[in-house]
Protein backbone atom coordinates (compact mmCIF):
# COMPACT_ATOMS: atom_id res chain seq x y z
CA UNK A 1 0.00 0.00 0.00
CA UNK A 2 2.80 2.56 0.94
CA UNK A 3 4.54 2.00 -2.34
CA UNK A 4 2.68 4.30 -4.49
CA UNK A 5 4.29 7.53 -5.41
CA UNK A 6 2.08 10.89 -5.26
CA UNK A 7 0.28 11.71 -8.54
CA UNK A 8 1.98 15.43 -10.01
CA UNK A 9 0.44 18.08 -8.68
CA UNK A 10 0.21 19.63 -12.12
CA UNK A 11 -0.16 18.41 -15.75
CA UNK A 12 0.54 19.62 -19.54
CA UNK A 13 -1.97 18.27 -21.51
CA UNK A 14 -1.17 20.11 -24.67
CA UNK A 15 -0.70 23.83 -25.57
CA UNK A 16 -3.95 24.95 -24.35
CA UNK A 17 -4.88 22.59 -21.65
CA UNK A 18 -3.28 21.66 -18.42
CA UNK A 19 -4.30 19.76 -15.35
CA UNK A 20 -4.16 21.74 -11.47
CA UNK A 21 -5.01 20.49 -8.28
CA UNK A 22 -8.96 21.15 -8.25
CA UNK A 23 -8.44 24.00 -5.13
CA UNK A 24 -6.56 26.21 -6.39
CA UNK A 25 -9.35 27.65 -8.53
CA UNK A 26 -11.34 29.81 -6.51
CA UNK A 27 -14.95 27.73 -5.45
CA UNK A 28 -16.59 30.62 -6.72
CA UNK A 29 -15.43 29.84 -10.30
CA UNK A 30 -15.54 26.41 -9.41
CA UNK A 31 -19.38 27.11 -7.92
CA UNK A 32 -20.58 29.17 -11.06
CA UNK A 33 -19.42 27.00 -13.62
CA UNK A 34 -21.26 24.08 -11.85
CA UNK A 35 -24.21 26.14 -11.15
CA UNK A 36 -24.10 27.17 -15.12
CA UNK A 37 -24.23 23.00 -15.70
CA UNK A 38 -26.46 21.72 -13.30
CA UNK A 39 -28.60 19.73 -14.74
CA UNK A 40 -26.76 18.54 -17.30
CA UNK A 41 -23.91 16.97 -14.81
CA UNK A 42 -27.13 16.40 -12.40
CA UNK A 43 -28.29 13.96 -14.57
CA UNK A 44 -25.06 11.71 -14.19
CA UNK A 45 -22.92 12.81 -11.30
CA UNK A 46 -24.28 12.81 -7.51
CA UNK A 47 -23.07 15.92 -6.08
CA UNK A 48 -24.97 17.96 -8.62
CA UNK A 49 -28.05 18.49 -7.07
CA UNK A 50 -30.50 20.80 -7.01
CA UNK A 51 -29.41 22.34 -3.84
CA UNK A 52 -25.87 22.29 -4.55
CA UNK A 53 -24.08 25.74 -3.16
CA UNK A 54 -21.12 28.08 -3.28
CA UNK A 55 -20.20 26.68 0.36
CA UNK A 56 -20.58 23.06 -1.17
CA UNK A 57 -17.51 24.28 -3.74
CA UNK A 58 -15.61 25.94 -0.86
CA UNK A 59 -15.99 22.65 1.37
CA UNK A 60 -15.13 20.30 -1.73
CA UNK A 61 -11.71 22.42 -2.31
CA UNK A 62 -10.95 22.24 1.68
CA UNK A 63 -11.61 18.43 1.31
CA UNK A 64 -9.31 18.37 -1.71
CA UNK A 65 -6.51 20.02 0.22
CA UNK A 66 -6.35 18.09 2.83
CA UNK A 67 -6.06 14.60 1.11
CA UNK A 68 -3.94 15.90 -1.96
CA UNK A 69 -0.33 13.86 -1.90
CA UNK A 70 -2.39 10.92 0.31
CA UNK A 71 -3.58 7.82 -0.85
CA UNK A 72 -7.62 7.85 -1.95
CA UNK A 73 -8.49 10.47 -3.87
CA UNK A 74 -7.20 13.63 -6.28
CA UNK A 75 -9.02 15.71 -8.07
CA UNK A 76 -7.60 18.10 -10.73
CA UNK A 77 -9.02 21.47 -12.18
CA UNK A 78 -8.77 20.63 -16.05
CA UNK A 79 -7.92 24.78 -17.22
CA UNK A 80 -8.86 25.27 -21.22
CA UNK A 81 -7.58 28.27 -23.12
CA UNK A 82 -6.47 29.88 -18.89
CA UNK A 83 -10.34 29.20 -18.21
CA UNK A 84 -11.26 26.64 -15.71
CA UNK A 85 -13.36 24.12 -17.73
CA UNK A 86 -13.95 20.95 -15.64
CA UNK A 87 -12.37 18.44 -13.57
CA UNK A 88 -11.04 15.06 -13.52
CA UNK A 89 -10.14 13.03 -10.85
CA UNK A 90 -7.83 9.63 -10.09
CA UNK A 91 -9.97 7.54 -7.50
CA UNK A 92 -9.00 4.81 -4.99
CA UNK A 93 -5.14 5.11 -5.46
CA UNK A 94 -3.27 2.76 -2.94
CA UNK A 95 -5.40 0.03 -3.46
CA UNK A 96 -3.78 -3.17 -3.12
CA UNK A 97 -4.72 -4.36 -6.35
CA UNK A 98 -3.46 -1.13 -8.04
CA UNK A 99 -6.62 -0.58 -9.86
CA UNK A 100 -7.55 3.46 -10.14
CA UNK A 101 -10.46 4.94 -11.40
CA UNK A 102 -10.68 8.13 -13.22
CA UNK A 103 -13.69 10.38 -13.76
CA UNK A 104 -14.59 13.67 -15.14
CA UNK A 105 -16.84 15.98 -16.35
CA UNK A 106 -16.48 19.65 -18.53
CA UNK A 107 -18.43 22.62 -19.28
CA UNK A 108 -21.18 22.76 -21.79
CA UNK A 109 -18.83 25.46 -23.79
CA UNK A 110 -15.97 23.39 -23.20
CA UNK A 111 -17.88 19.93 -24.72
CA UNK A 112 -17.14 18.17 -27.94
CA UNK A 113 -13.45 19.08 -28.47
CA UNK A 114 -11.90 16.37 -27.67
CA UNK A 115 -10.53 18.16 -24.56
CA UNK A 116 -11.42 15.53 -21.96
CA UNK A 117 -10.59 12.39 -24.15
CA UNK A 118 -6.92 14.06 -24.53
CA UNK A 119 -6.89 15.00 -20.17
CA UNK A 120 -7.77 10.96 -19.91
CA UNK A 121 -4.87 9.73 -22.50
CA UNK A 122 -2.76 12.40 -20.03
CA UNK A 123 -3.55 10.37 -17.16
CA UNK A 124 -3.28 7.26 -18.31
CA UNK A 125 0.26 8.36 -19.08
CA UNK A 126 1.03 9.67 -15.41
CA UNK A 127 -0.74 6.33 -13.93
CA UNK A 128 1.02 3.65 -15.51
CA UNK A 129 4.25 5.64 -16.32
CA UNK A 130 4.42 7.13 -12.51
CA UNK A 131 2.06 5.38 -10.54
CA UNK A 132 2.92 1.90 -12.34
CA UNK A 133 -0.67 0.76 -11.72
CA UNK A 134 -2.34 -2.43 -12.88
CA UNK A 135 -5.20 -1.09 -14.68
CA UNK A 136 -7.15 2.31 -14.46
CA UNK A 137 -11.27 2.03 -14.87
CA UNK A 138 -13.95 4.01 -16.07
CA UNK A 139 -17.87 3.84 -15.38
CA UNK A 140 -20.52 5.27 -16.45
CA UNK A 141 -23.77 5.27 -16.91
CA UNK A 142 -24.91 2.95 -19.30
CA UNK A 143 -27.23 5.91 -21.74
CA UNK A 144 -24.43 8.39 -20.98
CA UNK A 145 -23.68 8.09 -24.23
CA UNK A 146 -20.88 11.03 -24.14
CA UNK A 147 -18.67 9.67 -21.73
CA UNK A 148 -18.79 6.29 -23.01
CA UNK A 149 -17.32 7.53 -25.87
CA UNK A 150 -14.51 9.13 -24.35
CA UNK A 151 -13.28 5.84 -22.67
CA UNK A 152 -14.30 4.04 -26.04
CA UNK A 153 -12.18 6.55 -27.80
CA UNK A 154 -9.32 6.14 -25.47
CA UNK A 155 -8.97 2.40 -26.08
CA UNK A 156 -10.54 0.94 -22.66
CA UNK A 157 -12.91 -2.33 -22.75
CA UNK A 158 -15.86 -2.66 -21.79
CA UNK A 159 -15.85 -5.47 -19.07
CA UNK A 160 -19.96 -5.53 -17.94
CA UNK A 161 -22.35 -3.68 -16.80
CA UNK A 162 -23.39 -3.27 -13.04
CA UNK A 163 -26.99 -3.10 -12.58
CA UNK A 164 -28.65 0.14 -10.24
CA UNK A 165 -24.69 1.52 -9.24
CA UNK A 166 -24.59 4.94 -9.84
CA UNK A 167 -26.20 7.60 -8.05
CA UNK A 168 -27.33 10.62 -10.02
CA UNK A 169 -28.19 14.44 -8.96
CA UNK A 170 -32.09 13.34 -8.32
CA UNK A 171 -30.95 10.90 -6.11
CA UNK A 172 -32.00 8.10 -8.78
CA UNK A 173 -30.08 4.98 -9.73
CA UNK A 174 -28.13 4.30 -13.21
CA UNK A 175 -27.13 1.01 -14.24
CA UNK A 176 -22.95 1.30 -14.74
CA UNK A 177 -21.24 0.12 -17.95
CA UNK A 178 -17.51 -0.61 -16.82
CA UNK A 179 -14.89 0.14 -18.65
CA UNK A 180 -10.93 -0.81 -17.82
CA UNK A 181 -7.37 -0.81 -19.27
CA UNK A 182 -4.84 -2.87 -18.44
CA UNK A 183 -0.88 -1.91 -18.86
CA UNK A 184 -0.17 -4.67 -21.34
CA UNK A 185 -3.06 -3.29 -23.33
CA UNK A 186 -1.67 0.16 -23.01
CA UNK A 187 1.41 -0.32 -23.54
CA UNK A 188 0.58 -1.87 -26.51
CA UNK A 189 -1.78 1.04 -27.73
CA UNK A 190 1.60 3.56 -27.04
CA UNK A 191 3.81 1.37 -29.42
CA UNK B 1 -33.56 3.26 3.75
CA UNK B 2 -31.18 2.52 6.78
CA UNK B 3 -29.04 -0.15 7.39
CA UNK B 4 -27.49 -0.94 10.97
CA UNK B 5 -24.73 -3.49 11.64
CA UNK B 6 -24.60 -5.43 13.13
CA UNK B 7 -25.82 -8.45 11.81
CA UNK B 8 -27.20 -10.99 14.80
CA UNK B 9 -24.04 -12.57 16.91
CA UNK B 10 -25.63 -16.28 15.44
CA UNK B 11 -27.37 -17.14 12.87
CA UNK B 12 -29.39 -20.49 12.65
CA UNK B 13 -29.51 -21.53 8.91
CA UNK B 14 -31.57 -24.66 9.53
CA UNK B 15 -30.95 -27.55 11.28
CA UNK B 16 -27.99 -28.74 10.11
CA UNK B 17 -26.08 -25.45 9.68
CA UNK B 18 -25.33 -22.54 12.35
CA UNK B 19 -23.37 -19.34 11.83
CA UNK B 20 -21.61 -17.58 14.47
CA UNK B 21 -19.40 -14.52 14.77
CA UNK B 22 -15.93 -15.46 12.98
CA UNK B 23 -14.38 -14.02 15.69
CA UNK B 24 -15.71 -16.44 18.61
CA UNK B 25 -13.84 -19.49 16.90
CA UNK B 26 -10.66 -19.97 18.42
CA UNK B 27 -7.90 -18.88 16.40
CA UNK B 28 -5.92 -22.46 16.36
CA UNK B 29 -9.09 -23.73 15.13
CA UNK B 30 -9.12 -21.19 12.53
CA UNK B 31 -5.52 -21.59 11.60
CA UNK B 32 -5.63 -25.26 11.50
CA UNK B 33 -8.53 -25.38 8.99
CA UNK B 34 -6.85 -23.09 6.62
CA UNK B 35 -3.57 -24.87 7.43
CA UNK B 36 -5.11 -28.17 6.33
CA UNK B 37 -7.00 -26.74 3.04
CA UNK B 38 -4.37 -24.72 2.03
CA UNK B 39 -3.84 -25.77 -1.67
CA UNK B 40 -7.99 -26.20 -1.82
CA UNK B 41 -8.06 -22.24 -1.12
CA UNK B 42 -5.14 -21.03 -2.21
CA UNK B 43 -6.22 -21.78 -5.74
CA UNK B 44 -8.77 -18.54 -5.65
CA UNK B 45 -8.00 -17.06 -2.33
CA UNK B 46 -4.48 -15.05 -2.46
CA UNK B 47 -4.27 -14.76 1.90
CA UNK B 48 -4.24 -19.05 1.76
CA UNK B 49 -0.61 -18.96 1.69
CA UNK B 50 1.61 -21.19 3.60
CA UNK B 51 3.00 -18.50 6.02
CA UNK B 52 -0.11 -17.56 7.08
CA UNK B 53 0.38 -17.86 10.87
CA UNK B 54 -1.75 -18.05 14.04
CA UNK B 55 -0.91 -14.61 15.36
CA UNK B 56 -2.02 -12.94 11.97
CA UNK B 57 -5.43 -14.68 12.80
CA UNK B 58 -5.55 -13.25 16.50
CA UNK B 59 -4.72 -10.20 14.85
CA UNK B 60 -7.55 -10.29 12.54
CA UNK B 61 -9.98 -11.19 15.06
CA UNK B 62 -9.03 -8.79 17.40
CA UNK B 63 -9.38 -6.00 14.82
CA UNK B 64 -12.83 -7.69 13.46
CA UNK B 65 -14.19 -7.62 16.97
CA UNK B 66 -13.28 -4.43 18.06
CA UNK B 67 -15.16 -3.22 14.60
CA UNK B 68 -17.94 -5.72 14.91
CA UNK B 69 -20.51 -2.91 16.00
CA UNK B 70 -19.67 -0.59 13.21
CA UNK B 71 -17.96 -2.53 10.83
CA UNK B 72 -18.79 -2.03 7.09
CA UNK B 73 -17.84 -6.14 7.17
CA UNK B 74 -19.65 -9.00 9.31
CA UNK B 75 -18.17 -12.38 8.88
CA UNK B 76 -19.42 -15.81 10.39
CA UNK B 77 -17.64 -19.03 10.90
CA UNK B 78 -19.61 -22.36 9.35
CA UNK B 79 -20.79 -24.68 11.65
CA UNK B 80 -22.16 -27.78 9.74
CA UNK B 81 -23.72 -30.55 12.45
CA UNK B 82 -21.80 -28.67 14.80
CA UNK B 83 -17.99 -29.05 12.80
CA UNK B 84 -16.31 -25.86 11.89
CA UNK B 85 -16.65 -25.92 8.61
CA UNK B 86 -15.46 -22.69 6.45
CA UNK B 87 -16.73 -18.84 6.78
CA UNK B 88 -18.95 -16.40 5.35
CA UNK B 89 -18.70 -12.89 5.32
CA UNK B 90 -21.02 -9.95 3.82
CA UNK B 91 -19.80 -6.38 3.62
CA UNK B 92 -21.16 -3.07 2.15
CA UNK B 93 -23.39 -1.48 4.93
CA UNK B 94 -21.82 1.72 4.30
CA UNK B 95 -22.92 1.78 0.25
CA UNK B 96 -24.83 4.60 -0.99
CA UNK B 97 -26.50 2.10 -2.78
CA UNK B 98 -27.32 -0.28 -0.13
CA UNK B 99 -25.66 -2.90 -2.45
CA UNK B 100 -23.43 -5.69 -0.28
CA UNK B 101 -21.25 -8.56 -1.50
CA UNK B 102 -20.93 -11.62 -0.15
CA UNK B 103 -18.03 -14.17 0.04
CA UNK B 104 -16.94 -17.56 1.24
CA UNK B 105 -14.62 -20.64 1.84
CA UNK B 106 -15.66 -23.71 2.66
CA UNK B 107 -13.49 -27.02 3.95
CA UNK B 108 -12.86 -29.23 0.71
CA UNK B 109 -14.14 -32.33 3.06
CA UNK B 110 -17.33 -30.29 3.67
CA UNK B 111 -18.03 -29.22 -0.04
CA UNK B 112 -20.96 -30.90 -1.91
CA UNK B 113 -24.01 -30.75 0.45
CA UNK B 114 -25.23 -27.20 0.12
CA UNK B 115 -23.42 -26.26 3.08
CA UNK B 116 -22.78 -22.71 1.10
CA UNK B 117 -25.72 -22.58 -0.97
CA UNK B 118 -27.76 -22.31 1.96
CA UNK B 119 -25.27 -19.83 4.03
CA UNK B 120 -25.88 -17.60 1.31
CA UNK B 121 -29.28 -18.02 0.97
CA UNK B 122 -29.61 -17.11 4.84
CA UNK B 123 -27.49 -14.11 4.38
CA UNK B 124 -29.42 -12.93 1.78
CA UNK B 125 -32.72 -13.06 3.13
CA UNK B 126 -31.46 -11.31 6.08
CA UNK B 127 -29.93 -8.44 4.06
CA UNK B 128 -32.94 -7.99 2.36
CA UNK B 129 -35.47 -8.21 5.17
CA UNK B 130 -33.87 -6.87 7.99
CA UNK B 131 -31.20 -4.61 6.63
CA UNK B 132 -33.18 -3.49 3.37
CA UNK B 133 -30.35 -3.68 1.06
CA UNK B 134 -31.42 -3.42 -2.93
CA UNK B 135 -28.87 -5.44 -3.92
CA UNK B 136 -26.31 -8.76 -3.13
CA UNK B 137 -23.39 -9.04 -5.06
CA UNK B 138 -20.91 -12.37 -5.48
CA UNK B 139 -18.09 -12.09 -7.25
CA UNK B 140 -15.87 -15.63 -9.06
CA UNK B 141 -13.13 -16.71 -10.56
CA UNK B 142 -14.39 -17.70 -14.19
CA UNK B 143 -12.29 -20.61 -13.54
CA UNK B 144 -14.06 -21.70 -10.19
CA UNK B 145 -16.72 -23.32 -11.38
CA UNK B 146 -18.07 -24.43 -7.62
CA UNK B 147 -18.07 -20.77 -6.48
CA UNK B 148 -19.95 -19.87 -9.50
CA UNK B 149 -22.41 -22.62 -9.04
CA UNK B 150 -23.54 -20.75 -5.84
CA UNK B 151 -25.13 -17.75 -7.16
CA UNK B 152 -26.54 -19.25 -10.60
CA UNK B 153 -28.31 -21.63 -8.00
CA UNK B 154 -29.66 -19.04 -6.48
CA UNK B 155 -31.03 -16.91 -9.37
CA UNK B 156 -28.28 -14.38 -9.90
CA UNK B 157 -27.92 -12.50 -12.94
CA UNK B 158 -24.34 -12.15 -14.30
CA UNK B 159 -23.16 -9.08 -14.67
CA UNK B 160 -20.00 -9.62 -17.06
CA UNK B 161 -16.70 -9.52 -15.30
CA UNK B 162 -13.80 -7.25 -13.85
CA UNK B 163 -9.68 -8.17 -14.93
CA UNK B 164 -7.37 -9.17 -12.93
CA UNK B 165 -9.16 -7.81 -9.83
CA UNK B 166 -8.08 -10.73 -7.69
CA UNK B 167 -4.86 -12.84 -6.98
CA UNK B 168 -4.56 -16.34 -6.22
CA UNK B 169 -2.08 -17.59 -3.67
CA UNK B 170 0.85 -17.76 -5.76
CA UNK B 171 0.33 -14.01 -6.17
CA UNK B 172 -1.16 -14.28 -9.97
CA UNK B 173 -4.40 -12.11 -11.12
CA UNK B 174 -7.52 -13.71 -11.32
CA UNK B 175 -10.05 -12.10 -13.42
CA UNK B 176 -13.87 -11.92 -11.46
CA UNK B 177 -17.16 -13.02 -13.03
CA UNK B 178 -19.89 -10.74 -11.33
CA UNK B 179 -23.32 -11.61 -10.36
CA UNK B 180 -25.59 -9.76 -8.53
CA UNK B 181 -29.57 -10.06 -7.45
CA UNK B 182 -31.58 -7.30 -6.44
CA UNK B 183 -34.69 -7.37 -3.89
CA UNK B 184 -37.03 -7.10 -6.84
CA UNK B 185 -35.87 -10.55 -8.16
CA UNK B 186 -35.58 -12.14 -5.21
CA UNK B 187 -37.92 -14.95 -4.51
CA UNK B 188 -37.65 -14.44 -0.65
C1 LIG C 1 -18.78 13.11 -20.50
C2 LIG C 1 -18.12 14.39 -21.01
C3 LIG C 1 -16.99 14.76 -20.07
C4 LIG C 1 -17.60 14.15 -22.43
O1 LIG C 1 -17.15 15.35 -22.97
P1 LIG C 1 -16.84 15.48 -24.54
O2 LIG C 1 -16.55 16.87 -24.81
O3 LIG C 1 -17.90 14.79 -25.31
O4 LIG C 1 -15.54 14.58 -24.69
P2 LIG C 1 -14.22 14.98 -25.47
O5 LIG C 1 -13.60 16.15 -24.86
O6 LIG C 1 -13.42 13.77 -25.55
O7 LIG C 1 -14.75 15.40 -26.89
C5 LIG C 1 -15.19 14.46 -27.81
C6 LIG C 1 -15.84 15.18 -28.98
O8 LIG C 1 -14.91 16.09 -29.52
C7 LIG C 1 -14.62 15.76 -30.86
N1 LIG C 1 -13.20 16.04 -31.07
C8 LIG C 1 -12.74 17.15 -31.68
N2 LIG C 1 -11.42 17.14 -31.68
C9 LIG C 1 -11.03 16.00 -31.06
C10 LIG C 1 -9.78 15.44 -30.76
N3 LIG C 1 -8.64 16.03 -31.08
N4 LIG C 1 -9.74 14.26 -30.09
C11 LIG C 1 -10.87 13.64 -29.74
N5 LIG C 1 -12.09 14.13 -30.01
C12 LIG C 1 -12.17 15.32 -30.68
C13 LIG C 1 -15.00 14.32 -30.99
O9 LIG C 1 -15.29 13.97 -32.30
C14 LIG C 1 -16.21 14.27 -30.12
O10 LIG C 1 -17.26 14.90 -30.79
P3 LIG C 1 -18.76 14.30 -30.83
O11 LIG C 1 -19.17 14.16 -29.40
O12 LIG C 1 -19.49 15.34 -31.56
O13 LIG C 1 -18.67 12.99 -31.49
C15 LIG C 1 -19.14 15.56 -21.04
O14 LIG C 1 -20.17 15.23 -21.93
C16 LIG C 1 -19.74 15.85 -19.67
O15 LIG C 1 -19.15 16.55 -18.87
N6 LIG C 1 -20.95 15.31 -19.41
C17 LIG C 1 -21.67 15.57 -18.19
C18 LIG C 1 -20.98 14.98 -16.95
C19 LIG C 1 -20.67 13.53 -17.13
O16 LIG C 1 -21.48 12.79 -17.61
N7 LIG C 1 -19.48 13.10 -16.70
C20 LIG C 1 -19.06 11.72 -16.81
C21 LIG C 1 -19.64 10.89 -15.76
S1 LIG C 1 -19.12 9.21 -15.95
C1 LIG D 1 -16.81 -22.26 -3.43
C2 LIG D 1 -17.18 -23.34 -2.45
C3 LIG D 1 -17.65 -22.72 -1.14
C4 LIG D 1 -18.32 -24.17 -3.04
O1 LIG D 1 -18.61 -25.29 -2.22
P1 LIG D 1 -19.76 -26.34 -2.64
O2 LIG D 1 -19.77 -27.39 -1.62
O3 LIG D 1 -19.60 -26.69 -4.05
O4 LIG D 1 -21.10 -25.46 -2.51
P2 LIG D 1 -22.36 -25.86 -1.65
O5 LIG D 1 -21.97 -26.05 -0.24
O6 LIG D 1 -23.40 -24.87 -1.93
O7 LIG D 1 -22.76 -27.27 -2.21
C5 LIG D 1 -23.28 -27.44 -3.50
C6 LIG D 1 -23.31 -28.90 -3.82
O8 LIG D 1 -24.13 -29.57 -2.85
C7 LIG D 1 -25.26 -30.17 -3.50
N1 LIG D 1 -26.38 -30.00 -2.59
C8 LIG D 1 -26.85 -30.94 -1.75
N2 LIG D 1 -27.83 -30.44 -1.00
C9 LIG D 1 -28.03 -29.18 -1.37
C10 LIG D 1 -28.90 -28.14 -0.95
N3 LIG D 1 -29.80 -28.33 0.00
N4 LIG D 1 -28.80 -26.94 -1.54
C11 LIG D 1 -27.89 -26.73 -2.50
N5 LIG D 1 -27.02 -27.65 -2.94
C12 LIG D 1 -27.09 -28.89 -2.37
C13 LIG D 1 -25.37 -29.45 -4.80
O9 LIG D 1 -26.01 -30.21 -5.76
C14 LIG D 1 -23.92 -29.27 -5.16
O10 LIG D 1 -23.38 -30.48 -5.53
P3 LIG D 1 -22.30 -30.65 -6.72
O11 LIG D 1 -21.14 -29.83 -6.36
O12 LIG D 1 -22.05 -32.09 -6.73
O13 LIG D 1 -22.97 -30.13 -7.94
C15 LIG D 1 -15.96 -24.25 -2.17
O14 LIG D 1 -15.65 -24.95 -3.33
C16 LIG D 1 -14.73 -23.50 -1.72
O15 LIG D 1 -14.65 -23.06 -0.60
N6 LIG D 1 -13.72 -23.35 -2.62
C17 LIG D 1 -12.45 -22.76 -2.30
C18 LIG D 1 -12.54 -21.31 -1.84
C19 LIG D 1 -13.26 -20.47 -2.83
O16 LIG D 1 -13.12 -20.63 -4.02
N7 LIG D 1 -14.07 -19.54 -2.32
C20 LIG D 1 -14.87 -18.65 -3.17
C21 LIG D 1 -14.05 -17.57 -3.73
S1 LIG D 1 -15.06 -16.59 -4.81
Not at chain 1, 97 to 102: F, G, H, P
Not at chain 1, 154 to 164: I, S, Y
Not at chain 2, 20 to 39: I, K, Q, Y
Not at chain 2, 101 to 114: C, D, P, R
Request: aromatic residues 10%; negative net charge; hydrophobic residues 40%.
Amino acid sequence: MSDWPVPPDEMVVDDETRLRPVFESPPEQMYSLIDANRSRLGRYLQFATPEYSLEDAREYARQCRDKWGRQGEQSYAIIHGGQLAGTIGILRFGSDNRAVEIGYWIGVEFEGRGIVTACVEKMLEMCFDRLAVNQVNIGAAVDNRRSRAVAERAGFRLDGVTRQWLVNGSGGLDDMARYSMLRNEWLELRR
Amino acid sequence: MSIEPPLPTEIQVDDEISLRRMFDTPAEEVHALVHRNMEHLGRFLGWATPDYGLEGVREFQRNKRAKWSKSEEQGYSIYFKDEYVGAIGMRGFDSPVQAASIGYWLSEHAQGSGVMTRSVAALIKLGFEAYDLNQVIIKAAPENIRSRAIPERLGFTATGAERQMAKNAKGEYLDLVTYSLLKSEWAG
